[in-house]
């Protein structure tokens, strides 16, 4: 199951970041972030009441979702958004999705999880696959190399994300409950990050972006709840590398619906194959 639910949330991952990229034309990322991170927070909480008992709201545990929430995708969602932004998804997104590297390791020294052999050469291909990936040609214009701070930031936060998320769930196994709370405590920051940016000066919504952010937001809903029944059901070591794939599939709708915004290399099929490689190891680890 956990394999199912990983790749499931990259497919989602893959379909918001187009849905974005497009959104982001007439918007900046401080906006499509709170966008997608509220309606993502909605949409889990108006599900709760019928799966899942709201009396385990009060246990402290809740609290570790609430800063896993901050952590990411508060500040990773928004850090890969700006990235976006700034570079476009061609790049962005693989060094956004090398999260990986950062979450085995976490995993190791604070979850005490195994990282076999074949596990670390899986992700070690994984993430040569996206730094191949990430050195094609991004989004027409000028871009500064410094910008790669901001997704490689983002990939930071997300790898300590998902410890602290899997670390909650060991005590309080209930993937959609947790969702909804990193969800909650994710807009909140998001918000709060929008005021402290300008309030409504930083607030850029048209009504065509706000059909393409708010559909990102319905999507990216789904990856997020999906994550959480990954890591419900698998180990970090395993679950990272298979949601964080999901560059192949962003860069293969890129081709088919940025052409207009976005060129790509031919590099993106060494980096596509490395990627497939290494998840497939990962896959196959027993």
Known sequence: MAIYFSFQAALCFSIAHILIRRGLVESNAMTGSFISLSMSAVLLWLLLPFFASLSALWTPVSLIFVVAGIIAPGIGRTLSYVGI????????????????IFASIFAVIFLAEAWVLQNIIGTLLVISGVIILSMTKPAQGEWRKLDVIYPLIGAIAFAAS?????????????????????????????????QVRGGKEAFKLTRKSAAWLFAAGFVNTAAMLSVFYALSHGKVVIVEPLVSSNPVLTLLLTAIFLRDLEALNLRVIMGSFLTVTGTILVVTVK
């Open 162 to 194: 998902s410890i602290l998320r899997k670390a909650g769930l060991g005590f309080l196994n209930i993937p959609l409950l947790a969702a909804a709370v990193t969800a909650a405590s994710a807009a909140i920051f998001s918000f709060a990050l929008l």
């Open 85 to 100: 932004e700034k570079i476009g998804v061609a790049r962005s997104v693989p060094i956004a999705n090398s999260s990986p």
